[in-house]
């Protein structure tokens, strides 16, 4: 950040032409009057949360670390995690149009208004509004959960100028060196002086923070796989990072990989430029995830957290001291527009820890940790949730208090549970049935199922869940198979409670034929009777038993499961005959038949990218996003005897649309590139069928490679790429590709199992055989 420092003299208060929400009286058109009082400082004294300095080794496993160190940090709510050295993550920001050309825009803080307020219904005017996580539906559309016109009445930030980094930079130092009239003071004293402010304010302290900015705002601070690898940068580590915040949600074993949407702020980091004193108040992540945040660059930040399983006791400490604000707002602290004191926390017997981020440091947030801070002057960070499987339990634990609260989630959580249960099922076979003993990947999985594992047992929770609540409905509902894609296109919650549908909806043709209810609020949705009432459900009490069983390790049921999700591995035979001449010599008995196993497709999306609305961005079998990226693992083109992962892009080419890209990611210099998907991978495969004949027998018959499917190993044939890919395009714009779809659908209908007879209670159909 250097060679963008100013002095705080640079500064001129002036009115900002181009922005219009702030009054004259605003922070940036008035001098800073109130000053520093040491004297009266209210600094908390309570103990610090656990450092860790992982070793190069151990930061390669980002999830593999954050598992490692969960036993002792989750009983302190946070930790911090200090990369080892010579991990420095340059930061995109600091690129000069970014840093003097964008703007982003602020929140007004009133600090001291931040615990002692009076509700507003004692006050003439309301203070504004925060702006909410947004969710991006399935059609690419967003849902703004904004609040209601009664809720405008609630204390909340004003909206405050737009700044770029320079501008706000300018101010953040202006303001710092009139409060503390230029002295240089330490993160204790700054410390202590917030809290005087915020308990025994004396003087109106107004700062601007520019919290939760979205993507498409300044971008992240990371560099992502938007930008091309270059093979020799120094760059390309961090793109690649696990710690790289913009790959962290959907590493394998996150279950948030489950989710096809970007829902900002969970899946897709939000970025935070803090000044001095600007806060973050006590709160918890959306649906008790974990989360991880990257200070970038600037001054410190001060963190508090309690841990997880003092959650209530913190939300009653503060409902004690606050009645009226509580009073008047039930939900207080979903707002996260109030701060409390950890020093009132800690007498009322809530354990609250802290610790103080740098630059180049992590911060980890647990489960239902609850959290908060501030800044010790200009900064910028950014934050993003991570869900390892053992937030499961959490996770249906929020969901369940989010219905009793009438609370909308942000995501599907039986999705991310079926989701994890059906990869770890695939895993399961493929160890057992292939033998792939040393797939690092596979046995990941493994070590969350058994009869003890923590999979097994969070499924195995649900099951019971929902077998009491069909059970306690008794007779008088039709039960139906939820057809697969009932929730693909559009969010179902239920009427009532918002709780989400994935897994079970009750409904009913006759009265409400577009409103659907959870398995609590059947009796609730009408008082129709007869057949016109039902329950949809995605899989019947005997299938999700059997899929228990399949992760306790049963070999039939797994056997079940497993020819379920096989075919999303999109299975195909290359065909490859052929014998290495040192394995044909160790042979006491060669053949020209020999031949390799079935080759396997398993596309890991890496970035999903945007669309472009040309012709030659789709066509009829696949919608090309650009900056599209996936990994996938196929022969090495250099030594075909093993076997290496490819880095498949679309790039924009101009005129000529899309360029499609295929890199072998260990070396960079073969790469191959082509206007079409298949004949890129063809090029991969003729050079592979090349390196078979150079080291084979050249007396031997070589039987080589004979085909691929080009779209398939770019992953545009696989079913959760397609639904994130088509979600894209909400309007259906991209007409050759949806029109064709449309045909294909319409020949899909005949064979639609839904022609089948409904299964019933007492007699499921488990995958198209019936029980007895």
């Not at 790959?247 to 702020?265: A, K, Q, T, Y």
């Not at 410190?300 to 959650?311: C, D, N």
């Not at 929902?466 to 039960?479: A, C, K, N, T, V």
């Not at 770019?714 to 395009?729: K, M, N, V, Y």
Request: one cysteine or more; hydrophobic letters at 35%; glycine letters at 6%.
């Amino acid at each position: 950040m250097e060679r963008f420092s100013v002095a705080a003299s640079e500064y001129h208060l002036k009115e900002d032409k181009d922005t219009n929400v702030e009054p004259p009286n605003s922070p940036r058109h008035r001098k800073v009057l109130a000053r520093w009082d040491p004297a009266k400082a209210k600094r908390p004294v309570i103990d610090e949360s656990p450092v860790f300095y992982p070793s190069l080794e151990e930061f390669q496993d980002t999830l593999g670390y954050i598992e490692k160190i969960r036993p002792l940090a989750e009983s302190f709510g946070i930790c911090r995690i200090i990369p080892p050295s010579g991990w420095s993550a340059p930061c995109r920001l600091k690129e000069k149009s970014l840093w003097q050309g964008t703007k982003f825009p602020t929140r007004i803080q009133n600090v001291d208004l931040l615990q002692n307020r009076e509700p507003m219904k004692k006050k003439k005017k309301p203070r504004g509004r925060k702006r909410k996580r947004r969710r991006n539906s399935r059609k690419g559309s967003s849902v703004s959960e904004s609040e209601s016109v009664a809720t405008k009445q609630r204390f909340g930030f004003n909206c405050g100028s737009d700044f770029t980094l320079e501008e706000f930079l300018k101010y953040a130092l202006y303001f710092k060196d009139s409060y503390f009239e230029r002295k240089s003071p330490s993160v204790e004293e700054v410390e202590g002086e917030y809290w005087r402010i915020v308990e025994q304010p004396t003087d109106e302290v107004e700062v601007y923070y520019g919290a939760d900015l979205e993507n498409q705002v300044l971008g992240s601070g990371f560099h992502n796989g938007v930008e091309m690898l270059t093979g020799k940068s120094e760059v390309d580590k961090y793109i690649v990072s696990g710690w790289n915040l913009n790959n962290l949600p959907r590493l394998s074993g996150s279950v948030l990989s489950f989710e096809p949407c970007d829902i900002s702020g969970v899946l897709v980091p939000w970025l935070y430029v803090g000044m001095c004193f600007s806060s973050f108040c006590w709160h918890v992540e959306d649906h008790h995830l974990y989360s991880m945040n990257y200070h970038h660059f600037g001054e410190p930040k001060v963190w508090y957290g309690v841990p997880g399983s003092h959650a209530t006791a913190l939300e009653k400490a503060m409902r004690k001291h606050l009645p009226d604000l509580f009073d008047e707002q039930p939900d207080l602290l979903h707002g996260l527009v109030t701060q409390f004191s950890p020093s009132i926390l800690k007498d009322e017997g809530v354990p609250v820890y802290r610790t103080v981020q740098h630059a180049g440091q992590y911060v980890v947030t647990f489960p239902r940790a609850y959290h908060s801070g501030f800044n010790c002057g200009i900064n910028c960070a950014e934050a993003v949730n991570v869900a390892p499987v053992d937030w499961l339990p959490h996770g249906q634990n929020a969901v369940e208090l989010y219905s009793q609260e009438a609370k909308k989630t942000s995501l599907s959580h039986d999705k991310l549970l079926l989701g994890a249960a059906l990869e770890a099922v695939r895993s399961l076979w493929q160890i057992s049935a292939r033998g792939e003993q040393n797939d690092a990947e596979n046995l990941r999985w493994k070590s969350f199922c058994g009869k003890n594992g923590t999979l097994t047992k969070a499924m195995e929770t649900r099951l019971r869940m929902e077998q009491g609540r069909i059970e306690s409905l008794g007779d008088g509902f039709r039960l139906l198979k939820m057809d697969k894609d009932f929730d693909s296109n559009c969010e179902r919650e239920c009427f009532s409670c918002f709780y989400d549908l994935h897994l079970s909806a009750s409904g009913c043709k006759k009265c409400s034929p577009e409103e659907y209810a959870c398995m609590k609020h059947v009796k609730d949705l009408c008082s129709c009777e007869g057949n016109d009432r039902f329950i949809l459900v995605r899989y019947t009490i005997e299938e999700l038993s059997s899929l228990v069983r399949a992760l306790e390790g049963e070999t039939e049921d797994l056997k079940t499961w497993a020819s379920i999700v096989a075919p999303k591995k999109e299975a195909f035979d290359l065909n490859l005959d052929y014998q290495m001449e040192d394995e044909i010599n160790a042979s006491s008995e060669t053949s020209d038949d020999a031949s390799m196993k079935n080759f396997v497709a398993d596309v890991e999306p890496i970035n999903l990218g945007f669309l472009v609305f040309g012709k030659l961005w789709s066509n009829k079998h696949a919608i090309f996003p650009k900056e599209f990226k996936s990994r996938v693992k196929f022969y090495n083109v250099q030594d075909p005897t093993r076997m290496s992962y490819y880095i498949s892009e679309v790039v924009d080419a101009g005129l000529m649309g899309p360029l499609f890209r295929v890199t072998l990611e260990e070396s960079q210099d073969e790469s191959f590139s082509n206007v079409s998907a298949q004949e890129c991978w063809e090029m991969v495969l003729q050079r592979v069928n090349e390196e078979i004949k150079k080291h084979s027998n050249q007396e031997q018959n070589v039987h080589t490679l004979e085909s691929i499917d080009g779209l398939q190993m770019f992953g545009f044939r696989s079913p959760s790429i397609i639904q994130a890919t088509e979600a894209l395009d909400p309007n259906h714009r991209l007409v050759e590709y949806w029109n064709h779809k449309k045909q294909r659908d319409s020949l899909e209908m005949k064979d639609c199992f839904m022609s089948n007879p409904s299964p019933s209670l007492t007699r499921g159909k488990l995958f198209g055989v019936y029980l007895k």
